[in-house]
Structures are given as structure tokens and as C-alpha cells.
């Protein structure tokens, strides 16, 4: 697997990182951990979905439209965030540059692009379903976000395979030596630090769900999901190594520029959730006995 531990000087334990990302390769067609951590995440998600919608009564039906959403605009959103936030000199000063944006194998995904392609994607598949079925945008991005941390989770774990997005040189006993991209010293493996904060954040949001459904409120789990996932996403910013060159002269990176606004809105809903105090379970109004229609026997009397 290209993975070995050694003891430096006896002071720190330095992981050597040599995974090949491609779990098989096949001719031209090659299988990646990363794609295929990216698919279990939504396999993951899809079962989590199933049985929060069992729990709360909403028809099974709805699945399929919801599962398409959020591929589309998980894909479409992340490439774009990375083309705009992060190299829009590159993708819109050129047609060659342009017409990359439509390859998103040549390049890189951003979380935060798919965090608000997503955000306008349930909007829109609240609006559609969810009056007629006993729920709004709120309650749908309240469930959402728990499989959405273990799907981030796992999206982070692939970036370890890739060995990309990883921090500056650490001397503290986890150090990674990325070795496919010619690193020599232990760097800070922030990878693992954001997929094991997403799995505690999943972890700690489905607990609440399971015991704490009825003692919360709409918009809890959405504001918690924001504060946590972006709070942690800011601080281990400062770990990292800049994605592109203009960061380098920045004092926040683009990173944590676009985190600060996800922070607020977390706030925003927790207390939206504390001064509106709407169950957080769907409510489905009892329909009340139909009025009954005369017979032919009574208009005969």
C-alpha cells in the first residue's frame, strides 16, 4: 500500500504516504479511491434519508428527486466555487481555460461552491414538494446536513488517497510524508483532521436526531452543521498549504474568507430555531372526518 511508520529521533512517529490513488486500473479506465469514497458517501447518505423520511412519515417517493438534486449540484456547484473562488483568471481568460470548467477531472472541486449550489438545489426541492407533503426548506436542510457530514467525511479521506490538500511541515507525532508529490519532511495531514471532524460532527448531529428529535427545534441541526463544520474548516486554514498563489499574500486564505459568512448563517438559524420554536419532527395536520354526501334515499325524504 506504500504506507510505513518509522521513530524519528525517538520524538515523533512519521507516517511515510505512498498510496497509489487508483485502486485498479483496467486500460484506459481507472478506479480511484477518491471516486469511490465519493459514491459511498451518497450510498451512505441515501439509507440515512430513507429512514429519517420512515421515521417522519414523508412518502419514499420523494427519495429519487432528492438524490439527483444534490449529485447535480454537489458536482456542478464544488466545480465551479473552485473556477470562480479560486482560479477565475485561469477558466475565464481563455476558451481553452473556459472550456475546462466542463472537465472536472482537470482541476479541483470546492466545498464551499457545493455548499451553496446545495443550499439553492433544497430550496428549490422544498418549494416543489414539500408543501404538499408537511415540510419546508428548513426541515429539509435540518436533515440534510447529517448525512452531509459523513459524505464530507469520507470526500476528505479521498483527498488523503489523492495526496493533495494537505498543511505546511509539523514536527507533532502524526506528520505525513507525502511522498508521490516529493515531500521530504512530516506535513500537517489536514485532511484527516476535517474527515474526523465531519465524522464527530455526523456522529454528535445523528445522536441528537435519534434521542432529541422531539426537544429540538427547526433550523437546530442546519445551525450547528454551519458553526461547526466551517468553524473547524477556518481554524485548520491556518495549517494549510495555500491552494493557489495569490493566498500567499493574504492574512485569512480563500478558505476561511468564504467560512466567516457560513459561520454567521449557523448563528442565523440557531436563532431562528430558539425565537420561532418550530418542532423540529415534520408536522402532519390530522385530516378531519369528510363531510359525507346526501344519498339518493335522503333526497328521496
Same mark, same amino acid.
Given at each position: ?30 478506479? #480511484? ?23 417522519? #412519515? ?174 473547524? #474548516? ?46 423540529? #419532527? ?20
Amino acid at each position: 500500500m506504500g504506507i510505513f511508520f518509522y521513530l524519528c529521533s525517538m520524538e515523533y512517529l512519521v507516517v511515510h504516504w505512498n498510496v497509489d490513488p487508483a485502486i485498479l486500473k483496467l486500460g484506459g479506465f481507472e478506479l #480511484r479511491w477518491y471516486s469511490l469514497l465519493f459514491v459511498s458517501g451518497f450510498v451512505l447518505g441515501w439509507f440515512i434519508v430513507k429512514a429519517m423520511f420512515k421515521r417522519e #412519515r414523508i412518502p419514499e417517493s420523494l427519495m429519487d428527486p432528492l438524490l439527483y438534486m444534490l449529485l447535480i449540484c454537489t458536482i456542478v456547484g464544488a466545480r465551479l466555487g473552485h473556477c470562480i473562488f479560486y482560479q477565475p483568471d485561469y477558466y475565464f481568460g481563455s476558451w481553452s481555460g473556459f472550456l475546462e470548467i466542463f472537465m472536472p477531472w482537470k482541476g479541483g472541486l470546492a466545498s464551499h461552491g457545493g455548499t451553496i449550489a446545495l443550499i439553492l438545489g433544497v430550496w428549490w426541492y422544498a418549494k416543489k414538494y414539500g408543501p404538499a407533503n408537511d415540510f419546508d426548506f428548513v426541515w429539509m436542510v435540518d436533515h440534510i446536513v447529517i448525512p452531509i457530514a459523513y459524505a464530507a467525511c469520507f470526500i476528505r479521506l479521498g483527498n488523503l488517497f489523492n495526496s493533495e490538500i494537505y498543511g505546511g511541515p509539523t514536527s507533532l507525532p502524526w506528520g505525513f510524508v507525502f511522498e508521490r508529490n516529493n515531500e521530504t519532511v512530516p506535513c500537517h495531514p489536514t485532511q484527516l483532521y476535517e474527515a474526523l471532524t465531519y465524522l464527530l460532527l455526523g456522529l454528535g448531529l445523528t445522536a441528537l436526531y435519534k434521542w432529541g428529535l422531539d426537544k429540538t427545534y427547526r433550523g437546530t441541526y442546519f445551525g450547528i452543521f454551519f458553526i461547526v463544520c466551517f468553524g473547524s #474548516r477556518f481554524l485548520i486554514e491556518f495549517v494549510k498549504n495555500d491552494q493557489v498563489d495569490f493566498e500567499a499574500d493574504m492574512v485569512l486564505n480563500m478558505g476561511q474568507l468564504l467560512s466567516i459568512p457560513f459561520i454567521l448563517l449557523g448563528i442565523g438559524f440557531l436563532v431562528y430555531a430558539y425565537v420561532k420554536k418550530i418542532p423540529a #419532527r415534520a408536522v402532519h395536520p390530522e385530516k378531519g372526518p369528510q363531510k359525507k354526501e346526501p344519498t339518493h334515499f335522503a333526497h328521496a325524504k
